[in-house]
T-cell receptor
Framework: AQSVTQLDSQVPVFEEAPVELRCNYS??????LFWYVQYPNQGLQLLLK??????LVESINGFEAEFNKSQTSFHLRKPSVHISDTAEYFC?????????????FGTGTRLLVSP | DTGVSQDPRHKITKRGQNVTFRCDPI?????LYWYRQTLGQGPEFLTY????????KSRLLSDRFSAERPKGSFSTLEIQRTEQGDSAMYLC???????????FGPGTRLTVL
């Protein structure tokens, strides 16, 4: 079984400040890792994913995440946030090498960006 | 728009009533997932279809819940004799087998009074 821990339920930051949203996971098998973003009254959108290869993955809107196998972490970072980044961010995992692709999500971190 | 769609977006019902939600996946996606998201929590897996076959069900899916995917296209999730604890956002996601990204619909928010 897998589990995902997002310790910070809410992270307030000022616009143009850097931010890190933490994600740790537990799994007895190798996993793929994902970050999804949920804007108010909308469904989840994929932000970025780690499947294999380089442990640093980037999104098109400036976010990046680094897979750390020894720390079982996949923290999300952005060097300078915008007001429009205000949303809920979910970290998720699913086992590799299985046709059953159920995602296991963390409880989410609400990013609040203020001017 | 060729994304995942869900209908209705909001549903308010009285305890004891039956409700049905619909999900239309991306047309070429053969796999479909239902998740439930309660306030302050991440989405939790409910059930999974590959084409028209329901292959996995969570223990969260009590006997009052039933899901179908006739002809491997759209899917419906029915809740019978709703309870206040059923109040949640119900999310549908679809994915093409062999790929790695699930695409989510906007969800149906259910409120049971």
């Amino acid at each position: 079984a897998q589990s995902v821990t997002q310790l910070d339920s809410q992270v307030p930051v000022f616009e143009e400040a850097p931010v890190e949203l933490r994600c740790n996971y537990s799994s007895s098998v190798s996993v793929y890792l994902f970050w999804y973003v949920q804007y108010p009254n909308q469904g989840l959108q994929l932000l970025l994913k780690y499947l294999s290869g380089s442990t640093l993955v980037e999104s098109i809107n400036g976010f990046e995440a680094e897979f750390n196998k020894s720390q079982t972490s996949f923290h999300l970072r952005k060097p300078s946030v915008h007001i429009s980044d205000t949303a809920e961010y979910f970290c998720a995992v699913r086992p590799m090498n299985t046709g059953f692709q159920k995602l296991v999500f963390g409880t989410g971190t609400r990013l609040l960006v203020s001017p | 728009d060729t994304g995942v769609s869900q209908d209705p977006r909001h549903k308010i019902t009285k305890r004891g009533q039956n409700v049905t939600f619909r999900c239309d996946p991306i047309s070429e996606h053969n796999r479909l997932y239902w998740y439930r998201q309660t306030l302050g929590q991440g989405p939790e897996f409910l059930t999974y279809f590959q084409n028209e076959a329901q292959l996995e069900k969570s223990r969260l899916l009590s006997d009052r819940f039933s899901a179908e995917r006739p002809k491997g296209s759209f899917s419906t999730l029915e809740i019978q004799r709703t309870e206040q604890g059923d109040s949640a956002m119900y999310l549908c996601a679809s994915i093409l087998g062999g790929t790695d990204t699930q695409y989510f619909g906007p969800g149906t928010r259910l409120t049971v009074l």
